[in-house]
């Protein structure tokens, strides 16, 4: 009887650990961190940067434990056919691109093996941004890249002929740059309305992320997608929890 009771605690428990609580699919029960960095470096005193150093140990961590990078193309087949995900799988992603994306993280990645998904804001490319040539190279070496709109706003507070310039112009830019479709978007600040959902699947995007926090699950709405918040300063064994979603990312 003891060893009934206890068995059920376990299951219990190891049950909390899961959030997603789905029906079998090709998502992971615990459902797939989306990892959401900015700029790897020290340069600013602010919490989205994460210093190089802390960066490497990340990967060198997520390597180490058998995590697969996987693609905004992996997943949304994932989520609505059923195509199955490697084990372990991670999605990295960097927002706004920064310089420090080519120069400090995409060595990094390659180090280890992985494949991450750039969110480029098309009106800053060059200067002290990444630029077109490097953006070519991480496309070439199979990288992702998605659109993160022309200049940054809060499209939520944008009229519909703007937001419609936001998310139409910044994907012709990048398809003509590149020459690749681009098929993947990143809303700015999070912020969004029924407008900007509409004019995403208009403009011919498939998938779509936000800055809520929290893990892709079987069901979540493929244009709102949660990610898991990358900062600065913190320890392996937090990064341990979020990654594996037994802590502070679980919805
Ligand atoms: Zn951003």
């Excluded at 630029?131 to 499209?155: F, K, M």
């Excluded at 997608?225 to 990358?230: F, K, T």
Aim: aromatic share 10%; net charge negative; proline share 6%.
């Amino acid at each position: 009887m003891k060893k009934t009771v206890s068995l059920i605690l376990t299951l219990v428990m190891l049950a909390s650990f899961s959030p997603c609580m789905a029906e079998p699919s090709a998502v992971p029960d615990a459902g797939v961190p989306v990892l959401m960095y900015h700029s790897i470096s020290s340069k600013y005193d602010r919490s989205f940067c994460v210093p190089a150093q802390q960066f490497d140990s990340e990967m060198r961590y997520l390597r180490e434990h058998d995590y697969h990078s996987v693609s905004p193309a992996e997943l949304y087949a994932a989520l609505t056919d059923g195509t199955p995900l490697p084990e372990n799988p991670v999605l990295i992603t960097f927002d706004d691109g920064f310089g420090d994306n080519y120069k400090t993280a995409w060595p990094i990645l390659k180090k280890y093996g992985f494949r991450a998904t750039f969110f480029i804001v098309t009106n800053e490319v060059g200067d002290y941004s990444i630029d077109w040539p490097q953006l070519r190279e991480l496309a070439d070496a199979g990288n992702t890249i998605g659109s993160h709109t022309v200049h940054h706003r809060d499209l939520s507070t944008l009229s519909p002929g703007q937001q419609k310039s936001e998310i139409f112009d910044s994907k012709a830019t990048l398809e003509k740059q590149l020459d690749i479709p681009i098929t993947t978007f990143c809303i700015p600040y999070g912020k969004y309305n029924k407008t900007t959902l509409t004019l995403l699947r208009e403009a011919g995007y498939t998938i779509s992320f936000t800055t809520t926090e929290g893990r892709v699950c079987a069901g979540d709405d493929i244009f709102t997608l949660h990610r898991v918040h990358m900062i600065g300063g913190t320890s392996l064994e937090s990064f341990s929890s979020m990654v594996s979603g037994r802590e502070k990312s679980a919805k």
